[in-house]
């Protein structure tokens, strides 16, 4: 501020000037696709150190963002963008009559503020059209994005939003008229309802109070200023119920306020496109560790004699007649047990080769079952002692940890469960960079850093012939 | 546009009346009454409008082709009125921007003329004023 107060009165003037006129870029499309939020960064990467550092944490938390056209629309475009956006995530097409009979019943508010019906019903029309449209569409939200870029009915939306403002505006005067300096009617006249009239805190406060709170959605407006700190400062709209409590994890639409303008901003788990890697499932190992299960699959290879194989409790596993508690297993054909001829000797030796192969092979087996939780296996220890050096997972384990995944199994966890990811077969989700990735040509990250600049290739250097003979000279060295 | 004039044959106000050049939606031609007990009491005013192709969510450029004598109207016709620039809404159509214009004609706003003679005029010598836009006056026919 020293600084401005120095600057003589003219200048001061004519920057003033400069700062009312500069009006935010008014090209590209009205609403755009996602692109990644580190480009908010790179903008940023020359401002000054506040903004650099607001920016610069922005990605880590929001990973994606749309544009909004600067036209003095995009403040309630990018409201109304969000809440479709945000019906059609919440991927209940009830949800959407819903509203349409919500802002139907909103009429009332509209007459008492004395717009008449004939003027604005082909604008809610449009709403409502686009209503139906957007539920029965099933395209990821491509048909939305179309909508919301035709500019006539994107026009037609905003429109009967902005109507729907202003009557709200007016049917609550005591909750906004301290806010103003005008009488409510005048405000809405000169500040809502004008075709080109940017949205300010007080429309966006009665536009969230009318349209995007009662569908039970939230709004984080993220300010992105001058004032000091490292983040952006937050703003949040929660829905609430009847009793005025807050609705627990509201579907929530972020958006991203510049002075003057708005932008969307997307968390990863706002992204209903994109489903993070599969990772590997388990399944497949998982089923030998209960090698009862496979004995179909492997039935003359087992290592072991079924039975001889005790499970305490079990009496299905005591001998090749089905009988007592196990019978309730008898469906599963899986569970054949009178057809292993396996002698109790060979556990050692043979093991070694017979079991990495046909352990792959048993997946189907696996599948049927899913009802009844066995009780905890008791396996000889000898057979994991000779198996433990086909596998050495011990020393990958600490990588795996943390996962709580659900293996929708009926099997309680186990830690011999880990070994299967240190297998060749399970293959490694993308999850970190290597050394030969981050130094390749593939690797974009460097146009991201705002002092990269490239090497330029000169013809002049590369083929001046006194320049090629020192070099010559110098290689030989 | 079709629905608008649908809606003025229907419900044109008394003293208001437009409709669209030979057949073409865009340019439409308007009159207007002077409103009783103003100096415009009598006359009978012509009226072009021309509308964008993103009407309604731009306003329709309007000019007076009669003569006129207002402090808000200078003398190619261009009217001063803020609904038809930055405060124009959506909501408007033909007819209230012609209401708009009929109680313009009794109550110029003189805080920001047109025409600066007019405005002092309206204030201080009503009859000259009145005698002025007498003069100025002149029938169109066609």
């Known amino acids: ?477 | 546009m079709q629905s608008e004039l649908m809606d003025f044959m229907m419900s044109a106000p008394p003293g208001i009346s437009a409709f669209p050049n030979d057949g073409n939606l865009m340019e439409w031609t308007a009159t207007i009454e002077g409103p009783t007990e103003t100096p415009y009491e009598g006359l009978k005013l012509k009226l072009t409008f021309t509308f964008p192709s993103n009407y309604p969510y731009a306003p329709p450029t309007v000019l007076f082709k009669t003569p006129i004598y207002h402090p808000n109207i200078d003398f190619s016709g261009r009217i001063c009125l803020d609904i038809l620039k930055d405060k124009w809404s959506a909501i408007y159509n033909t007819q209230s921007v012609l209401l708009s214009l009929q109680s313009l004609l009794g109550e110029p706003n003189n805080a920001s003329p047109l025409n600066g003679q007019a405005a002092e005029l309206w204030d201080k010598d009503p009859a000259e004023f009145k005698r002025k836009v007498l003069a100025r006056h002149r029938d169109l026919d066609d």
Request: proline fraction near 12%; hydrophobic fraction near 35%; glycine fraction near 4%.
């Open chain 1, 1 to 477: 501020m020293e600084a401005f107060a120095q600057q003589p009165d003219d200048e001061l003037a004519q920057l003033q000037e400069l700062s009312n006129k500069w009006e935010s870029d008014a090209s590209g499309p009205l609403v755009s696709e996602r692109v990644s939020s580190s480009a908010i960064t790179t903008e940023y990467a020359n401002a000054d150190p506040v903004y650099q550092a607001k920016t610069a944490t922005l990605p880590q938390k929001y990973a994606q963002y749309r544009t909004c056209r600067g036209d003095g629309h995009c403040g309630w475009r990018a409201v109304a963008f969000s809440y479709f956006e945000t019906l059609q995530r919440m991927g209940n097409p009830h949800k959407f009559l819903e509203e349409e009979t919500r802002l139907k019943s909103l009429r009332n508010i509209l007459n008492d503020a004395g717009f008449q019906e004939h003027l604005y019903e082909d604008f809610a029309e449009d709403m409502f059209d686009l209503l139906r449209e957007t539920a029965a569409a099933n395209d990821g939200g491509a048909s939305l994005l179309q909508t919301f870029n035709d500019p006539h009915r994107s026009m037609s939306v905003i429109t009967y939003l902005k109507l729907l403002t202003s009557a709200w505006i007016q049917k609550h005067p005591d909750q906004f008229q301290p806010f103003l300096h005008q009488p409510v009617k005048a405000y809405c006249q000169s500040h809502i309802e004008p075709a080109i009239c940017e949205i300010e805190h007080v429309g966006m406060d009665a536009l969230v109070n009318v349209l995007v709170k009662p569908a039970g959605i939230a709004v984080e407006i993220l300010y992105l200023d001058r004032t000091p700190g490292t983040e952006v400062n937050t703003y949040r709209f929660d829905p609430v119920d009847h009793n005025n409590a807050a609705l627990p994890n509201p579907p929530t639409f972020r958006l991203l306020y510049r002075p003057g303008h708005y932008d969307i901003l997307y968390k990863l788990e706002d992204l209903p496109s994109i489903v993070p890697p599969p990772i590997a499932h388990p399944a497949e190992q998982r089923v030998f560790l209960n090698h009862h299960q496979s004995t179909q699959a492997l039935p003359s290879k087992l290592p072991f004699d079924t039975n001889n194989f005790e499970i305490p409790g079990l009496s299905i596993f005591s001998g090749p007649a089905v009988s007592g508690p196990g019978v309730a297993w008898a469906p599963y054909p899986t569970y054949d047990f009178s057809a292993s001829p396996i002698s109790p000797q060979p556990i050692a030796q043979p093991i070694t080769q017979a079991i990495p192969q046909p352990r792959i092979e048993a997946t189907p087996a696996y599948a049927p079952i899913a009802a009844p939780p066995p009780p905890p296996v008791s396996i000889p220890t000898e057979y994991y002692s000779t198996t433990m050096p086909l596998e050495p997972p011990v020393t990958s384990l600490p990588l795996y940890q943390p996962s709580p995944i659900d293996r929708g199994g009926p099997f309680r966890p186990s830690i011999w469960e880990y070994e299967s990811y240190s297998m060749p077969q399970a293959p490694h989700p993308p999850l970190c960079q290597t050394a030969i990735f981050r130094n390749s040509h593939y690797n974009t990250a460097h146009f991201n850093n705002p002092d990269f600049e490239p090497e330029q290739w000169q013809p002049d250097t590369e083929y001046n012939p006194s320049d090629r003979s020192r070099k010559k000279s110098s290689h030989s060295q």
